[in-house]
């Protein structure tokens, strides 16, 4: 498994922008896939967002598609997850995992990180 460490959460007003990042400690972090996933209080686990590994394709849920941005930097060994027009229901837990490929399914990826609380509220 990875060790993965979230960082750039906080509280943002609606229409205000965050940048999180998603740090691993792995010398082959080129080869793993990142992903986001949010869980807000009460509700399920989601996926927001995934990159591949190799060619740096990204993936976005349709809710945060032209809001959201993902990147990677593999020098750094971090994603980053730049969220802009943020809504007051874009307000959860936001968590990154790692595996070989991007997953449906929270399920299916073998490293997490601790998550970053991110509030969007006047």
């Known amino acids: 498994q990875v060790q993965l460490v979230e960082s750039g959460g906080g509280l943002v007003q609606p229409g205000g922008s965050l940048r999180l990042a998603c740090a691993a400690s792995t010398v082959t972090f080129d080869y793993y896939a990142i992903a986001w996933f949010r869980q807000a209080p009460g509700k399920e686990r989601e996926g927001v967002s995934c990159i591949d590994s190799s060619d740096g394709s990204p993936h976005y849920a349709d809710s945060v598609k032209g809001r959201f941005t993902i990147s990677r930097n593999n020098a750094k060994n971090t994603v980053y997850l730049q969220m802009n027009s943020l809504k007051p229901e874009n307000t959860a837990v936001y968590y990154c995992?790692?595996?070989?490929?991007?997953?449906?399914?929270?399920?299916?990826?073998?490293?997490w990180g601790q998550g970053t609380q991110v509030t969007v509220s006047s």
């Open positions: 995992a790692a595996d070989l490929i991007c997953y449906n399914d929270y399920e299916g990826f073998s490293s």
